[in-house]
């Protein structure tokens, strides 16, 4: 019967679509429908160890959001059901509890499953607002209903000849593997320089392994017998935490985006997918450099464009210009995407992008009734724009997003939000990372919660899709205060010291996207000088975001960008500077060299 092959490949931790493509087309195809699931498997395996370790509200937790975020989805566009069907049957009432209930009375849910989802959503609910009540008795009821609730959902949309009263989904085969990531992730957290190596190198010989068994997987295809536990079992034993990070695969946001929207693959994350299917008209989105939050952000805005009727247009906006050039490349590549659909395209081009000052500076102008003095500074007039608009009627949005919004001040904010129409569906999003405040313009979370009200509606990203597990430990040693000068730093294979001598030797052998960071524009301008006798480069600015190409400019134009490779060649040593001192070894995806 196929559905043990589906379950077995399912749960091993590489899910390589381009491998099945080649082997097997049709299979591919059930396993493209399957997105959800080998991210589920892992969730609730993690739940299962957490279990053992004594933290009972993790598996209640999971299994709400992966019954919200996953499993109610699928049925959704298994069977055509709309935000609308909801919003008719109960009066634009649309919860969790509404979705289970029409599910079951348009008899897509047997009575004993319909049941199970009630009672993994009703500890879900109780774990969330206060874990200490869910005990080891209702952990374990937990367990067991999502084991039969996964087990349910493969026989309806994989195998309809599969039988669902197996071995747990969430057996002691997941188990094994996340106390082997467990362990894994022990090593890398070492501070040492010499265990750092020796996990490296450990690293480096399962990666070996790895593809080696890759190769083995093409026959896992078309020989059943291949498909043993005691094979998948060998597979999980060698594959460990620091393969997913050493040999990450960074997608191009614009093609990770269409994936998402399209619901072919499932983000790395379940805690993304739920940020951007959450229904909540106002939404924080916190997490630290490199989580995604503005991917995120970009398609929760196009989600809502082309899945509400009454959501016609939004705004996004930006703080520094090279940003906002980013995320509208981004949107081109989109919308130039060969499989983008015409929906998708009409909500692309009905988000606009802006930066804050420009679009308000460009309105001020257009104002007869605002006046200002040649005399007055950049800051000055910037601040007497805002007031002025603050008590003026302006042009509204349906939707207003706000990224890298710890940058802004409070007055900002609000003029932000005046952005926002008044009509009942529309929507106010702001992310943010409170340590990638390097303008100190008063920004806090909890003074934005006096100004907007979030009601609760926030979430904090917490897996880092860009950098080297090496830069980010290092920047989170940059954050407690350990790495304030160059002298401070232990080099490895992603953190190095160069010489002025090596560096302009590297600059001519450098290959991807690269960048030279230094902290002022004087600065930067006499190294351009010096440097472009013998090499192109070119400035940091809104029309180029982070292609491929070496580029030179201040840590502040690079700000929410990200490149393969920075140079820092001025490190900020201040003591009030580790913000941004964070912000600019985040920008690296590979390698970080500080130039002496």
Known sequence: MLGARYFDFLQLPFF??????????QLFEKYKK????????YEISHARLRFEEGDYYVAPRMGREVLENIIIPQYEMKHNITESDYRIKYKGNISLFNKIDYLYDKKKLTKQLKNAYHQIRKLGNEALHNNKKI????CEKTLKNIDYVLRCFIKSFIDHGYNNSNEKVTGDLGLSYHKTLQTNKGLIELSDNESLKSASHKINQDMIIVESMLEDTKKMLTESSKTTLEYIHKVRAELTYM???INRKILKEYDWIYKILNKEESVSNIEQIRAINSNNKTYKINGAAGTGKSLVLLAKCLRNLTEENDLEKGIFITFNKSFMGYIQNILSSLKSHNDTDERLKQAIDRLKVINFDKYFNDLSQEDKTFTYTDELGYGQKIKAIIDHFLDKNISTFDIVAIDEAQDFSIDRIKLCYKLKNKHDNSRFYIAYDENQDIYRNGFSA??????????GNAITLKNNMRNHINIELFSNEILKGNIQKIKDIEMNDQIKIMSKVEFNESLQKHIGSTAILCLSNEAKKRLLKELEENIHLEEIDETNGAKD????????????????????????????????????CTRARYEVIFVK
């Not at 005990?135 to 209702?138: A, G, L, Q, V």
């Not at 580790?578 to 600019?584: D, E, K, S, W």
């Open 16 to 25: 390589n679509y381009e491998l099945l493509q080649e082997t097997d087309e």
């Open 34 to 41: 399957m997105h959800g699931v080998y991210n589920t498997l």
């Open 135 to 138: 005990t080891k008795e209702k």
């Open 243 to 245: 393969l997913a990070s």
């Open 446 to 455: 909890k003074l934005i919660d006096k100004t907007v009200n979030f009601q």
């Open 549 to 584: 190409g070496l580029y030179i400019g201040t840590v502040h134009s690079a700000k929410g960008l990200e490149y393969d490779r920075i140079y820092i060649y001025e490190f900020p040593t201040n003591k009030n500077e580790t913000n941004l001192r964070y912000v600019t």
